[in-house]
């Protein structure tokens, strides 16, 4: 690990000035997924602001009869919050598939949002790799795939974001409040929080320099039954090969996003019109355009699968 130097700013605006003024600064929290990157000098931040103390840890209830989770509240405390598991059950779901309890313990909100993929290829840095190394190469496209994206991918990367909780957010259609270094406040829809890799795969979210999360906001409750359904190669403490988070109403009708099958939660309104047609109808319409390689094409017709097992168990 190279060498770095850290400071513990008091305010939300005195951290993202930090990180402005300062080349190559990072955000520090649970620091979950950055200490291993530093480890593997994958990242190598000159700098570390501390936002522990900011205290932004809080669930509160907002006036429109939602939720407003701080950046810094674990992830083991959201998944139990009692408003959380009564009213928003895919997302405590989605969190309980995620990860192990001891890293639940100290993961943040905001890390959870911003964690990076794990592409073997990003990990291995004796590989090309444009989210790692712009303009490297991929050396997934033509390597092992079985994991990757099998949509909205680029020729420039088929990463995928490896995250459960933002499955949860996108389907509850959730958004992301920040600040920057001059105290200015900006809310994101979660829907555009992330973005697809395009030409430029490094960039994983739509984040501006210095920009601190400060909050996540969940609307009203939807109601209906809420499934998280989670696909991977063994049964605990991996990252899925595809998940469901899916929010079903008595009437047939529902929102559903996949996880694990693209560089963002995979989510178009339009395909949940094709609910009360049943899950192949959905994925149909949700996969259309699908680009998988030889590896990853059972994708497809998993989450289809997936999708039927987590409706079927909604409508029981």
Known sequence: MKSFTYERPTTPAEAAAAVTRTPNAKFIAGGTNLLDLMKLQIE??????????????????????????????????????????????VLSRALLAGATGQLRNKATTAGNLLQRTRCPYFYDTAQACNKRQPGSGCSAIDGFSRQLAV???????????????????????????????????????????????GDKPEVDTTLRRGELITAVTLPKPLGGVQI????RDRA????????????VQPDGTGRVALGA???????????????????????????????????NAFKVTLAERTLRAALNQARA
């Open 236 to 247: 605990s403490y991996a990252y899925a090969l595809v998940s469901v988070a899916a929010v």
């Open 44 to 89: 190598t931040p000159t700098h570390l602001v501390d936002v522990n103390g900011l205290g932004l840890d809080t669930i509160e209830a907002t006036p429109e009869g939602g939720l407003r989770v701080g950046a810094l509240v674990r992830n083991t405390d959201l998944a139990a919050d009692a408003r959380v598991r009564r009213d928003y059950g």
């Open 261 to 295: 099958v693209a560089h963002k939660p995979w989510r178009m309104e339009a395909a949940e019109a094709e609910l009360p047609r049943g899950a192949k109808a959905v994925t149909d319409r949700l996969l259309a355009g699908a680009k998988p390689t030889h590896e």
């Open 228 to 231: 998280y359904r989670k696909v």
């Open 151 to 197: 949509i909205g991918t680029s020729e420039a990367c088929i990463a995928t974001h490896p995250g459960d909780m933002a499955v949860a957010m996108r389907v509850l259609d959730a958004t992301v409040e920040t600040v920057d270094a001059k105290g200015t406040q900006r809310t994101i829809p979660i829907a555009d929080f992330h973005r697809l890799p």
